[in-house]
């Protein structure tokens, strides 16, 4: 081997990415202590973004395209080592490989269940679990801040923050949205495009940004699943005395059709509760077959009270509330409330003027004058 091969496999003259995996964010291109030749290939791919980082310093990122390695093509590395225009002699520099496509699919959930304060339940605990997506938006930023000097870089190892992040921001909106957990079902959507832009902000520091965030579910406690369920079992039952006769005769008929599963014990129990259905079919009959007679009915039990409605108000990017209607007459008195006040209540279709809602408009007619001398 002449010296001059020597010499060109001692040189990298391309310089290229291809990723074969689904979860590498960052990956160093092994450069083993060869220089990059003066006018190498550099290919960055689309999905993909080119950091030079030159004696510990960040110098140029590279967007997707063909570059030529030359001196106008690396105008802050040329700043960096003092080159002229005329230099074309072997350098040494890391170049990191940034993956800007979107990593999809990722989950996050609630460790432990978060408390807020329902408007019908009261104090309740919820938990929640889904789904987001994460993109590199700044690699520059986003190399220097989270990867360091870490030659391959994958989701696993930032994916634990992101959730603790999205956890933290998604208790907060919950807890202060006012959304009875009933209506949560319905308001997945808005919930996870607003818990997306609260962490926006915190996600820009590290060069990162979150385009989807998805609540695939909000569950309460087993016990209280288990209460509304006998509540909704009462609603769909109705009458409960036809409910406990059908319920009878399901028996029967099914002890009936088992006559080898109990012996003599189902056949005695289905004629035990024949003779009971019986009996109270000729007590509602009357005596001598007389027409039967309407037993007396107790008095219906009083309606619950009815839930006071609440209303929360917006102040500039900020909500204030909940507020009963007491509360925001007497804001009305004092200057902190006014008919250009957007308010908004549950089951209200987005935020409205104070003087565009029926229940609000009348404190605005019955406003006292001001008073003499004023």
């Known amino acids: 081997m002449g010296i001059f091969d020597f010499l060109t496999g001692e040189f990298i003259d391309v310089i290229h990415w291809v990723d074969d995996t689904r979860d590498t964010m960052v990956w160093r291109f092994e450069r083993e202590d060869h220089e990059i030749k003066y006018g190498a290939k550099l290919t960055v791919r689309e999905g993909q973004a080119a950091v030079f980082v030159h004696e510990g310093q960040l110098a140029d990122v590279f967007t997707p395209g063909l570059y030529m390695l030359e001196t106008n093509n690396m105008p802050i590395l040329t700043t960096l080592q003092h080159w002229d225009h ?28 978060i408390i807020c304060r329902d408007p019908e339940f009261g104090p309740v605990r919820i938990r929640a679990y889904g789904t987001y997506t994460i993109k590199v938006s700044d690699p520059a930023r986003f190399l220097t801040e989270i990867v360091g000097t870490d030659g391959e870089f994958t989701m696993d190892e930032i994916s634990y923050q992101i959730r603790n992040i999205i956890v933290q921001e998604f208790s907060r909106v919950i807890a202060g949205s006012g959304i009875p957990v009933l209506d949560m079902a319905a308001n997945t959507a808005d919930l996870g495009k ?45 009458d409960l005395g036809k409910f406990t006769q059908y319920s009878a005769a399901e028996a029967m008929t099914t002890a009936a059709r088992n006559p080898n599963g109990g012996g003599g014990m189902g056949a005695g129990l289905g004629m035990g509760m024949g003779m009971a259905m019986a009996g109270q079919m000729a007590a509602q009959s009357g005596p001598w077959g007389a027409a ?37 007459g007497r804001m009305l008195l004092d200057g902190s409330l006014s008919r250009e006040t957007y308010v908004w209540a549950a089951g209200q279709d987005g935020w409205k003027k104070a003087e565009d809602i029926d229940e609000l408009a009348q404190l605005f007619t019955i406003l006292p004058p001001p008073p003499p001398g004023a």
């Open 292 to 328: 039967p007679q309407p037993a007396a009915m107790a008095p219906p039990p009083p309606p619950p009270p009815p839930v006071e409605k609440v209303w929360h108000l917006a102040d500039g990017a900020e909500t204030k509330g909940p507020y009963s209607r007491a509360d925001l």
């Open 86 to 113: 005329g230099f074309q002699s072997p350098f040494k520099s890391e170049i990191y490989f940034v993956n800007t496509t979107r990593f999809s699919n990722l989950k996050w959930g609630t460790k432990n269940p």
């Open 194 to 238: 607003l818990v997306a832009a609260q962490i926006s902000g915190t996600l820009e520091q590290y060069g990162l940004s979150m385009p989807e965030l998805y609540i695939e579910n909000i569950s309460l406690p087993p016990a209280v699943e288990e209460a509304l369920d006998k509540r909704t079992s009462m609603g769909l039952a109705g």
